[in-house]
């Protein structure tokens, strides 16, 4: 069974591009709950791969 964690993400970014880029990545792996805080529910092998990205 995969244990999975809740986390809640969030950044403040001045720029525009890389603000983008991330929102984009954060995307792909939970729901936008305010403009710059994400709600994530996910596993270890997902936690390293968004902390890689």
Known sequence: MVMKQYLVVAYDIADDKR?????DILSAYGQRVNYSVFECFLGARDILRLKNK
Not at 19 to 23: E, H, Q, S, V, W
């Open 19 to 23: 603000r983008n880029k991330i929102c």
